[in-house]
């Protein structure tokens, strides 16, 4: 009698009085936004809620919405960049740990959510697990890699010279033998550049939580061996990188490349013959950084690793000394294909300035050596800016260097100590600045200028200066617990509570994204991407740049789209994975000491 069950439904709630949204909205509403995962049970806790919200209360109920456990105010309303108005729901008094959702009840619910300690383990673990998933030249195993298992892709052990690398000793056309390290982000190609800045990123997270990371396992082909997990990781790509430097003169080729990018197919369908082109100062000197800081770290690890940590210290000392005889070779990548065959056109990290690098270098390679000719050879402190680290501006890793070593290092160093915290203190206070009046209330977005390409990373990197700054203060100052809310507020800004509604790291949350810019998560036929993946993000410009169909925003902090297409909004790369990596764990590590929860991991 009736053409669907909806309209049979229809009209019963028609004789009951009920109008039918009140029954069939049985989603969750896009306009609560919040940390899709969680939060601690001592810690801040916020939702924004897009809208009017005239009503100005909201409740915290269990995920039937069933019993109402907490009643709060919204905040004012306030404005985000696209003009749309946002009020505040704080619930930070709301201690009790358990499975929640948040009624605003003219918006409607939230997605559930956790209250709990270590809420952020399982995040910290994906995120890191999907290095694994990166890994070049080997087959990913049903063991470790479970659904998301593959084939081994690129062995790349007959890697030729591109003529624009070649020398003396290895002439164009020469096959040298490159293997491992990871895949840089939604490509198959490996940069030099890119894994200096996500290896230096990850060997400081063990730098300055070693002992959290003794315990944390991920369930990869080495888990069993005598070294943490997150440093057999690194060291996977850290042994292709030390194959990259050419031994004769200790210069380092700026990547290992396909002459251009690979159709949408998995890694071991893409066979194309792969290079290694010229050397170049900025992935010499970030090579130097990483190999010094590397010995530092694998020192530790001499009866497991044999002989690696002076390697590393050797292959850092030759690419400080290739940098000063060739402090003007940048990487250009037009200028290169107009004078050698074939062109190449895969992502080319071209950066013109190596100051910073110059800096991150010498910081490293004294904090490793105490050698003081290394402080000096360079102005440390040129000038007073503080820039946010990202591939092209790796400053303030040598900053953070200093600043965690400090009392190992000799006097030069230490003299200049106070006034580094002045800086890494005043920076997180400019950071901070503004922060709780913003339409989402988290440090990330401040400024329109926070939605670049990779805007995520730029969220993760701002969270790390942040507890860097927590580090350096009196842990019981009101400052030190403003730093670590404002941390967790971009790391809540990642799982959700942003003006997308989307969670940006692959598998967590509610509504993560499900159609990054990665290759084999649209080649393998899974539903699932790869999980622990970190999308780069809202980018103003994405629409100009890659041309994906289907951009609908008027203002950056929306410009995004969930498409695979959508590479300068919603690709992965190493990079943006490893300040969440650092951001999440080092929170995690943090959370019983910043009275987060009493629980203990
Ligand atoms: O992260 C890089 C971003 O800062 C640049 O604006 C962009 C365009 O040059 O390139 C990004 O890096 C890409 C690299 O060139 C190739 N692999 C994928 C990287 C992430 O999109």
Same mark, same amino acid.
């Given at each position: 009698m009736?053409?669907?069950?909806?309209a049979?439904?229809? &009209?019963? #709630?028609?004789?009951?009085?009920?109008?039918?949204?009140?029954v069939?909205?049985q989603?969750?509403?896009e306009?609560?936004?919040?940390?899709?995962?969680?939060?601690?049970?001592?810690?801040?806790?916020?939702a924004? /809620?897009?809208g009017?919200?005239?009503g100005?209360s909201?409740?915290?109920? =269990?995920?039937?919405?069933?019993?109402?456990?907490?009643?709060?105010? #919204?905040?004012? =309303?306030?404005?985000a960049?696209?003009?749309?108005?946002t009020?505040?729901?704080?619930f930070s008094?709301f201690q009790t740990?358990?499975t929640?959702v948040? *009624?605003?009840?003219?918006?409607?619910?939230s997605?559930?959510?956790?209250v709990?300690?270590? &809420?952020?383990?399982?995040?910290?673990?994906?995120a890191?697990?999907?290095?694994? $998933?990166?890994?070049v030249?080997?087959d990913l195993?049903p063991?470790?890699?479970?659904?998301w298992?593959?084939p081994a892709g690129h062995?790349d052990t007959?890697?030729?010279?591109?003529?624009?690398a070649? !020398?003396a000793?290895?002439? +164009?056309?020469?096959?040298?033998?490159? %293997?491992?390290?990871w895949?840089?982000?939604?490509?198959?190609?490996?940069?030099? *550049?890119?894994?200096?800045?996500?290896?230096?990123?990850l060997l400081?997270?063990?730098?300055?939580?070693?002992t959290?990371?003794q315990?944390f396992? =991920?369930?990869?082909?080495?888990s069993?061996?005598?070294?943490?997990?997150?440093?057999?990781?690194?060291?996977?790509n850290?042994r292709?990188m030390?194959?990259?430097?050419?031994?004769?003169?200790?210069? *380092?080729?700026?990547?290992?490349t396909n002459?251009s990018?690979?159709?949408?197919?998995? %890694?071991?369908?893409a066979?194309?013959?792969?290079y290694?082109?010229?050397?170049?100062?900025t992935a010499?000197?970030?090579?130097?950084?990483?190999?010094?800081?590397?010995?530092?770290?694998?020192?530790?690890?001499?009866q497991?690793?044999?002989g690696?940590?002076d390697?590393?210290?050797?292959?850092? &000392?030759?690419?400080?000394?290739?940098?000063?005889k060739?402090?003007a070779?940048?990487?250009?990548? @037009?200028?290169?294909?107009q004078?050698?065959?074939?062109?190449?056109?895969?992502g080319?990290?071209?950066?013109?300035?190596?100051?910073?690098?110059?800096?991150?270098?010498?910081?490293e390679l004294?904090a =490793?050596?105490?050698n003081?000719a290394? $402080?000096?050879?360079?102005?440390?402190?040129?000038?007073t800016?503080?820039?946010?680290p990202?591939?092209?501006?790796?400053?303030l890793?040598?900053?953070?260097t200093? +600043?965690?070593l400090?009392?190992?290092?000799t006097?030069?160093?230490?003299?200049?100590?106070?006034?580094?915290k002045?800086?890494?203190?005043?920076?997180?206070d400019?950071?901070?600045?503004?922060?709780?009046?913003?339409?989402?209330?988290?440090?990330m977005g401040?400024?329109a200028?926070?939605?670049?390409?990779?805007?995520?990373?730029?969220?993760?990197?701002?969270?790390? +200066?942040?507890?860097?700054? $927590?580090?350096?203060?009196?842990?019981r100052?009101? @400052?030190?617990?403003?730093y670590?809310?404002?941390?967790?507020?971009?790391l809540?800004?990642?799982?959700?509570?942003?003006?997308t509604?989307y969670?940006f *790291?692959?598998?967590?949350g509610?509504?993560p994204?499900?159609?990054?810019?990665?290759?084999?998560?649209?080649?393998d036929?899974i539903?699932a991407?790869?999980?622990?993946?970190?999308?780069?993000?809202p980018?103003?410009?994405?629409?100009?740049?890659d041309?994906?169909a289907g $951009?609908t925003?008027?203002?950056a902090d929306?410009m995004f789209i969930?498409? +695979?297409?959508?590479y300068?909004?919603?690709?992965?790369?190493? @990079?943006? @994975?490893?300040?969440? /990596?650092?951001?999440?764990?080092?929170?995690?590590?943090i959370?019983?000491?910043?009275?987060?929860? !009493?629980?203990?991991?």
């Open positions: 009736f053409a669907t069950r909806k049979f439904l229809a &009209v019963i #709630l028609l004789v009951l009085g009920l109008k039918t949204n009140q069939f909205s989603q969750a509403s306009a609560i936004r919040l940390n899709q995962v969680g939060f601690y049970p001592k810690g801040p806790k916020m924004v /809620v897009l009017d919200a005239s100005g909201f409740q915290l109920t =269990t995920p039937d919405r069933k019993k109402v456990l907490f009643t709060g105010k #919204l905040s004012e =309303t306030r404005l960049l696209s003009g749309k108005k009020r505040i729901a704080d008094t740990p358990g929640y948040l *009624v605003v009840p003219e918006t409607g619910y997605y559930p959510f956790f709990k300690a270590n &809420v952020h383990r399982p995040l910290a673990i994906g890191i697990k999907s290095y694994y $998933y990166q890994r030249s080997t195993t063991e470790f890699a479970g659904q298992s593959r062995p007959r890697i030729l010279i591109h003529p624009s070649a !020398s000793n290895r002439p +164009a056309g020469t096959v040298i033998s490159a %293997p491992r390290g895949y840089d982000a939604g490509d198959y190609n490996k940069y030099i *550049v890119n894994s200096g800045i996500t290896v230096g990123t400081s997270l063990y730098e300055d939580f070693p959290y990371f315990s396992t =991920t369930n990869i082909p080495e069993s061996n005598q070294v943490p997990d997150l440093l057999d990781e690194v060291l996977w850290l292709w030390l194959a990259m430097q050419d031994p004769t003169d200790g210069g *380092v080729y700026h990547k290992l002459p990018f690979d159709g949408m197919i998995m %890694p071991d369908k066979t194309k013959d792969r290694v082109v010229q050397k170049s100062i010499t000197l970030d090579f130097a950084a990483v190999m010094a800081q590397a010995s530092r770290v694998f020192g530790s690890y001499k497991a690793l044999p690696l940590a390697s590393c210290l050797t292959a850092a &000392v030759k690419a400080w000394e290739w940098s000063k060739n402090p070779l940048f990487y250009r990548q @037009n200028e290169m294909n004078q050698f065959d074939p062109d190449v056109v895969t080319s990290y071209e950066d013109r300035d190596a100051s910073d690098e110059w800096i991150w270098a010498a910081a004294y =490793t050596t105490k003081e290394y $402080y000096t050879a360079v102005n440390l402190f040129p000038d800016q503080m820039p946010l990202s591939w092209p501006q790796v400053r890793l040598g900053y953070y200093l +600043a965690r400090t009392t190992t290092l006097p030069l160093a230490q003299k200049d100590f106070p006034d580094l002045k800086r890494l203190v005043g920076f997180a400019n950071l901070i600045q503004g922060a709780d009046r913003q339409a989402y209330q988290t440090v401040k400024s200028s926070d939605y670049i390409w990779g805007s995520s990373s730029v969220a993760a990197n701002q969270g790390i +200066a942040l507890i860097q700054a $927590y580090r350096l203060v009196d842990r100052t009101p @400052n030190a617990q403003k670590l809310q404002s941390a967790l507020s971009n809540d800004y990642l799982l959700g509570r942003n003006a509604g969670s *790291v692959t598998g967590f509610s509504k994204i499900m159609n990054p810019h990665h290759r084999p998560s649209v080649a036929g539903t991407p790869v999980p622990g993946l970190l999308s780069g993000g980018n103003g410009n994405a629409p100009r740049q041309k994906c $951009y925003a008027t203002s929306e969930d498409a +695979a297409c959508s300068a909004s919603n690709e992965i790369a190493i @990079n943006w @994975n490893a300040p969440l /990596v650092y951001l999440a764990a080092a929170l995690e590590a959370q019983t000491e910043a009275g987060y929860t !009493s629980e203990k991991k």
